[in-house]
């Protein structure tokens, strides 16, 4: 059986095991950024501080 997860950011199910939810939690947090900051460009990347903000919000999913 597969189990489902429910995205905290966009509410999604997401079927699959945790590595599949936190991938999509990460994507969902890109599309996050590019929507509240329009000129932000994934492939620039982020400030130092920004990106270990994002990092860490991202790493606490993980615990």
Known sequence: MVEK?????CHHDIEGDLVVFLDHT???MENILKNKYPDWDKEKGLC???KDDFESWYDNLKK
């Open 26 to 28: 990460k994507m969902e």
């Open 48 to 50: 130092p501080k920004c």
């Open 5 to 9: 997860y429910r995205c905290p950011v």
